[in-house]
């Protein structure tokens, strides 16, 4: 696996390989790589000749009050997992690389409507720090392929309408959730989770599927289904950011006569914060 830090050096290596003509996918990460990285890397080999993946823990996503310092970084364990993988590069830029003029002056993608509800909401510079360093990551490896998780399911609205609007050539592809035994959605920040907190965390998930079983039965007032869900959820320790049925392409409030539905919750335990969703239609 050849591992760069420059993006000179990036672009160098991947201009070789487009004069082969192989085609060159990227999964994006912040490292901290777990087994749904991995799968996320394997989807990448199904679709493209060539597997580029960046670790970069992005500081613009990051609100004044989140966790950016604490966020775990284990880039020689994160290398050997790639090279297993297969992987063929790797981009690990530092922050002074990706943004040599400073944080204050950069230049920032702007983002639609959808990306100022559910997690946007309370965190109103994240997405536009998602858009600009996937755009940066985009104009720097060149993919033909993009990779990325279901799990953040807004993070990956944004990124196609913004690969549609900005014309971008690049084919997104998603991957479905990958989850723990116990249904808990795998992230970088479970492993943050004190011992008690880990066994309530379960209920995330379990709870957003018997709601979508009690949508499937007919009832259609998600307003009052919110209510319920949320209670549930701090009842047993949890502190909620939102629990939404949402409309999967608008990521609107749904209404009764829509049928493409997807649940989406955010909700604390302790310090972390996790994501869930569930896509289905009825």
Do not use: W
Request: with cysteine.
């Amino acid at each position: 696996m050849l591992s760069f830090h420059t993006i000179q050096e990036t672009r160098d290596a991947l201009n070789l390989v487009r004069q082969k003509g192989k085609t060159v996918a990227l999964v994006p990460t912040m490292g901290n790589l777990h087994q749904g990285h991995l799968r996320l890397i394997e989807t990448a080999r199904k679709n493209a000749d060539y597997i580029a993946v960046s670790i970069f823990v992005n500081p613009i996503q990051f609100g004044p009050n989140e966790d950016f310092d604490a966020y775990p970084r284990t880039l020689e364990q994160d290398s050997e997992k790639l090279i297993a993988q297969g992987t063929d590069l790797l981009f690990a830029p530092s922050a002074a690389e990706m943004y040599p003029y400073g944080l204050e002056d950069q230049i920032r993608v702007g983002t639609p409507e959808i990306a100022n509800t559910l997690c946007g909401a309370d965190r109103p510079d994240h997405f536009s720090g998602v858009t600009t360093v996937v755009s940066k990551l985009f104009n720097i490896i060149q993919p033909d392929i993009a990779v990325f998780g279901e799990k953040d399911y807004q993070q990956l609205a944004v990124v196609k309408k913004m690969v549609m609007d900005l014309c971008f050539p690049i084919k997104v592809v998603s991957m479905p959730t990958i989850r723990e035994a116990s249904g808990l959605a795998l992230s970088s920040r479970n492993g943050n989770l004190r011992a008690t907190d880990a066994e309530i965390a379960p209920l995330l998930h379990q709870t957003l599927n018997t709601y979508k079983n009690i949508i499937l039965t007919g009832q259609r007032n998600y307003v009052e289904l919110e209510k319920e869900a949320t209670q549930i959820l701090e009842k047993n320790g949890f502190k909620v950011d939102y629990f939404s049925v949402c409309n999967q392409r608008s990521l609107t409030k749904a209404s009764s006569r829509q049928r493409d539905l997807v649940i989406l919750v955010a909700a604390k335990l302790g310090t972390v914060r996790l994501i869930d969703n569930i896509a289905f239609s009825v």
